[in-house]
């Protein structure tokens, strides 16, 4: 029997598929050449001094806060939601995922504006809030809540996705074992998808640290109060072009321990 190899020969594809290699070289230096425009610039030798400034101090204590307190938020409020779309079917279900991963597209001052509009003193909710004594524009909280808007689909994607491909089987056969709800949840299903929610959590983080756009619009930019880390590279650019290159450059070796961090998580081979 004569059989067939699907497969021709290398030189029978001809060499149009090289013609990929120079527009990916092309494609590679868009990344790479801004990064090493902003390295070559930044006046490294007063690094010490940026840092020790006060407002660059704050600025950075506050953006751990915020960073940190979105995450919690995320997770506290992303997960569950992340549960109930992956493990349940009812009507409107995709709307519900589209509208929490809206954030992700949608124009980060829109993002703000669209708070501002809901929990600002004038807003949809501000008579209420005024009524129990809650401000919530223009102070770190708005911060916080700007941070977890944007930064929540993340986290919640991710963990849906995990929960999807978690297997079902070993879940009922805790359940048979007579184990409860909560400890299937402890014992089985999160050390499953630990890998995806630890990736999922970072991204989170990452997109909390470099938030701008919703931040500026619903919580302002003020000192020591909700001026982050973007937020004082933006003030710098008006006055000091090297300090914001400089703190810059601070979030840009911040990003890069994150990806660091989580190689081979991201991306499954």
Partial sequence: ?????????????GWGHYLLIPLALLGLALFVIPLLGLIARAPIAELGVVLRSPAVGA??????VVSVAAVGLSLVLGFPIAWVLARFEFPGRRLIRAVVALPMVLP??????????????RGLLGPLLESLGIELAFTTTAAILAATFVAAPFLIIACEAALENVDRELEDAAATLGATRLRILWTVTLPAIWPSLLAGLALCWARALG???ATITFAGNFRGRTQTMPLAVYEALQTDHEGALLLSLIMLAISLAILFALRGKLVRR
């Fill in 59 to 64: 600025a950075l204590r506050l953006s751990a």
């Fill in 211 to 213: 938030e701008f756009g």
């Fill in 1 to 13: 029997m004569t059989t067939h190899n699907s497969n021709p020969p290398a030189r029978a594809q």
């Fill in 108 to 121: 980060p001052v829109v993002a703000g504006v669209a708070l501002l509009t809901a929990l600002g003193r």
